[in-house]
């Protein structure tokens, strides 16, 4: 097992950060082909407007799960996290921009109603905005102006927001779907990972 | 009704014009009307859905809860040999073939707007028959006040079913003169085809001013009660889903406005329009008098 997160750690390095800003934005232009080509069936723009969020909810996941890989596993994805956090917030500003501008019509009268009188709205629109102090310091000019230890208690940030989006995430159904509950499941646990148990004592310096 | 008297007079021979406008007004949702009165044009300027889009967006829980779910699962059903129980407060109840049930009701296409509770719509040209032709062969005991309208459970075909999404069967229900009301039909098809699967086949309720999950579908059994019957939604969520689920633009969805819908077939950039009340048959609204619509929603 070791010998294989070795390996892995190994083949990681010399992956550059940047190339995952690639990867993870094609899907966005793809995505949009798609649904304006009828691959998404006959309702594209709620179709689009959920994969995307859901899209969203998965790199703020995947973000979450790279200290307890790295506690647990030893896999180092270190690297690769902030690229995972931006690309979350556009993923999930691009959820925001598809139901404001192709789903709601730019109705802003409408729109605004919604935000303050549908809770899952409202969860959604204050998670969007938690990420934007996230996303705005997500470079190391903010790092090293703010020091690196405001900086980390200003990104654990990202703990509620995750909450708030996978409440979101099951709030949208009509009725208890099982796969937004494993969502908010997964992050639950993940949350859970970060606990300082007073009674277990200490091995590695998990953030 | 062993058979229907013809004449060879019309409404227009008989009744003062005006009244005569708003007698077609309320048939106003046959294709085909000649141009008589506003809310007839309305209905000519409808746009029928392609027959792709109203069989592959659909809500049919028993077949899953995702919009392309019942396409792709609802092919095993078997509506050869359907039969329809019609019982309760009826002279005649029995179980019935669905060819001898329809066998002597007069078949129309109707193009009506159907407005799902989610504000999604499409326009849909459906073939059936008036519900009240139905009803009135049953022979309606007086004392009855509700239809109450059950759903198959197939569960060797229906994984929602299986699943138990919701609790099943999936029933409905009406008030009697909202079911007897001229626009409320029982359709067997769409487009002149038979219902496909997962529109409700063969045989399903239409009541066009009201949200979509009122519309039951695949129903296998009709009963005519003296008391408000059980419905599957207001069952789920009252709060959310009221007994009447009249379309209104007026009263919210606690989740989310229905001020406006989303027109199924515009493609990624077709706006939002604004919903009308009673879904644009305000012909119903009689039926309402003196209630408070924003109570019993």
Same mark, same amino acid.
């Given at each position: ?13 010399? +992956? ?69 956090? +931006?690309?979350?917030? +556009? ?44 996303? +705005? ?71 | 009704?062993?058979?229907? !008297? *013809? ?34 044009? %309305?209905?000519? #300027?409808?746009?029928?859905? =392609? !027959?792709?889009?109203?069989?592959? &967006?659909? /809500?049919?829980?028993?077949?899953? =809860?995702? *919009? ?10 078997? =509506?050869?040999? !359907? ?6 407060? @009826? ?20 193009? &009506?707007?159907?407005?799902? @509770? ?13 519900? %009240?032709?139905?009803?009135?062969? %049953?022979? @309606?005991? #007086? ?31 009406? $008030? ?16 002149? $085809? ?9 045989? $399903?309720?239409?009541?066009? !001013?009201?949200?979509?999950?009122? #519309?039951? *579908?695949?129903?296998?059994?009709? =009963? ?5 019957? *059980? ?5 789920? /969520?009252? $709060? ?10 007026? @009263? ?26 009673? /879904?644009? &048959? ?16």
């Amino acid at each position: 097992m070791s010998a294989v997160i070795d390996t892995l750690n190994a083949a990681l390095r010399k +992956v550059p950060a940047w190339s995952l800003y690639i990867l993870l934005t094609l899907p966005i232009p793809y995505l949009f082909y798609s649904a304006a080509t009828g691959g998404m069936g006959v309702e594209p723009i709620n179709a689009l407007e959920r994969e995307m969020g859901e899209l969203g909810l998965k790199l703020i996941i995947l973000g979450l799960a790279i200290t307890p890989l790295r506690k647990y596993l030893k896999l180092n994805l270190l690297k690769f996290r902030r690229a995972i956090g +931006v690309m979350a917030f +556009v993923y999930v500003a691009v959820h925001l921009g598809i139901w404001v501008v192709l789903d709601m019509s730019l109705r802003f009268e409408q729109m605004w109603s919604d935000i303050w009188k549908r809770p899952y709205i409202t969860i959604g629109m204050v998670a969007f905005l938690g990420m934007i102090p996230l996303a +705005v310091t997500s470079n190391n000019l903010s790092l090293r102006k703010m020091g690196a230890a405001a900086w980390r208690k200003l990104h654990k940030l990202v703990y509620p927001i995750a909450v708030l989006g996978g409440v979101h995430y099951i709030m949208v159904q009509k009725v208890w779907e099982v796969e937004p509950m494993v969502f908010l499941a997964v992050i639950l646990a993940l949350l859970a990972t970060r606990i300082k148990w007073a009674t277990k004592a200490r091995t590695a310096p998990g953030v | 009704m062993a058979f229907r !008297w *013809k004449n060879n007079l019309t409404h227009a021979d008989v009744t003062p014009e005006p009244i005569w406008l708003n007698r077609r007004a309320v048939l106003a949702g046959m294709a085909g009307a000649g141009a008589l009165g506003g809310s007839v044009a %309305a209905q000519e #300027s409808l746009e029928p859905n =392609t !027959w792709e889009e109203i069989t592959t &967006y659909n /809500n049919f829980y028993e077949f899953g =809860t995702g *919009k392309s779910d019942p396409a792709d699962n609802a092919g095993d059903m078997v =509506t050869d040999g !359907w039969e329809i129980t019609i019982d309760g407060m @009826v002279d005649n109840p029995g179980t019935f073939s669905l060819a001898d049930l329809t066998a002597d009701m007069t078949m129309e296409e109707r193009l &009506y707007r159907f407005r799902c @509770v989610e504000a999604w719509s499409m326009v849909i040209p459906w073939n059936g028959f008036e519900l %009240a032709d139905l009803l009135n062969k %049953a022979g @309606v005991q #007086s004392g009855a006040t509700h239809v109450a309208f059950e759903t198959a459970v197939l569960p060797d075909v229906m994984p929602g079913v299986r699943r138990r999404v919701i609790e099943f069967p999936y029933v409905e229900g009406l $008030r009697l003169d909202e079911a007897m009301h001229p626009l409320t039909i029982m359709a067997t098809g769409v487009y002149d $085809r038979p219902l496909a699967n997962q529109s409700g086949a063969p045989i $399903r309720l239409v009541v066009p !001013w009201k949200y979509g999950f009122k #519309s039951i *579908k695949s129903i296998v059994r009709i =009963t005519l009660t003296d008391e408000q019957p *059980k419905t599957s939604w207001n069952d789920i /969520n009252a $709060r959310e889903y009221g007994f009447y689920s009249n379309v209104n633009p007026e @009263v919210d969805h606690p989740r989310w406005s229905q001020a406006s819908e989303r027109v199924i077939g515009g493609g990624l950039f077709a706006a939002r329009q604004d919903t009308l009340m009673f /879904n644009g &048959y305000p012909e119903v609204a009689s039926l309402y008098d003196g209630m408070d619509l924003s109570v019993e929603f």
